[in-house]
């Protein structure tokens, strides 16, 4: 009788076990792999528990004239980006639009291959506690690599006090290294249900503490709103802003603008000097930015979804303006939304 027990125990383990093999050669030519160039200077800070490594992540195509969902820190200030797929072709692709804030990005393939093949997007509201998980993507470079674990955790927007607090996050212990930005998180029936983000870790390595931005918002955020890529890498600043004579509490010390993006046309500039406070590593020289589209700078985690929404709202031909201090001087930049983004 106890064997028999067991035995029901283990049945829907072995199931899934024995089934993955043919799920992931089902799903594995929609995993892509994805270089990025940037421009930076030497001495750029990156996000601490950022995925990519060695300018490579990892994406999956989610239609089939080319689109393609990741994580917007692999991609959102890149200046070149390059897709691999599963049979080597390699081929150019450009932001459509990017959501730091939840660590979403949506890329166009400029070209698209013969028999591409295009993952389903699953509904992540159906996705519990203690289901099972499997991840693709690029660990380290090596990619399209497999790891299994289960949803160890759900967080709805607000539920964490993170730089992505207000994003729907899982959490898993599949193991997630670098080089997983931005790879589709499936369930059992081979659905992206989540695309993988950032790891807590004091290692620098799988400590069994992987977050995922769930498919529903990523698909609200990319596919229901309209497209939004500024381009544009910085960081605000507080306390360094009465040093740099900022005339206001805060503002967007730019870091890194992406080639054609918004930030380009406006005439936006980078910056160039590395520099170093305490644990901090970050550029100076480069642009800040005060106001945009009538919105102040704050050091408020809703400055920047106010700025996407106004942008989201403007159409072809709508001037976009920034005030910005550059050289002790405040300057007015403006340029004109165009076709594409």
């Known amino acids: ?44 800070n990156s996000t601490k528990n950022n995925l990519s490594k060695k300018n490579v992540g990892s994406g999956v195509v989610i239609s089939t004239d080319g689109k393609i969902m990741t994580a917007s820190h692999l991609v959102h200030s890149a200046d070149n980006i390059q897709v691999e797929f599963l049979n080597g072709d390699l081929i150019p692709a450009r932001v459509l639009s990017s959501v730091p804030h939840a660590d979403v990005a949506l890329i166009q393939l400029t070209r698209i291959p013969e028999k591409l093949q295009v993952a389903v997007l699953g509904n992540s509201d159906d996705v519990l506690v203690g289901s099972e998980v499997f991840v693709i993507g690029a660990p380290y470079g090596y990619s399209h690599t497999i790891s299994k674990g289960i949803v160890s955790a759900r967080y ?25 930005s931005g790879g589709p998180m499936f369930n059992e029936q ?47 600043i507080t306390k360094l ?23 380009h046309r406006l005439g936006i500039l980078g910056g160039s000097i590395p520099t170093a406070i305490y644990d901090s590593h970050f550029l100076l020289g480069g642009d800040i930015i005060i106001e945009m589209l009538g919105i102040s700078i704050e050091n408020d985690a809703d400055t920047f979804k106010r700025i996407r929404k106004r942008l989201s709202s403007l159409n072809h031909g709508d001037e976009i303006v920034v005030k910005i201090l550059r050289k002790g001087k405040i300057m007015t930049l403006s340029t004109h939304l165009s076709e594409k983004l």
């Open 1 to 44: 009788m106890l064997l028999k027990i067991l035995i029901l125990l283990l049945i829907p383990a072995i199931s899934f076990g024995h089934s993955l093999h043919r799920v992931f050669a089902e799903v594995n030519p929609t995993v892509v792999v994805i270089h990025i160039k940037e421009n930076k200077a030497k001495g750029q």
């Open 156 to 180: 709805k927007p607000g539920d964490l006090d993170t730089e992505l607090g207000m994003s729907e996050l899982i959490q898993t212990d599949a193991a997630i290294n670098t080089g997983n």
């Open 190 to 236: 081979g659905e992206v249900i989540a695309i993988v983000s950032h790891i807590i870790s004091h290692s620098g390595g799988n400590e069994g503490l992987g977050f995922a931005v769930t498919s529903n918002m990523s698909k609200k955020l990319l596919l229901e709103d309209k497209p939004v890529w500024s381009g544009l890498d910085g960081i605000i």
């Open 241 to 263: 802003a009465a040093v740099l004579n900022v005339p206001q509490p805060a503002g967007y010390l730019v870091q890194h603008v992406a080639h054609n993006s918004i930030a």
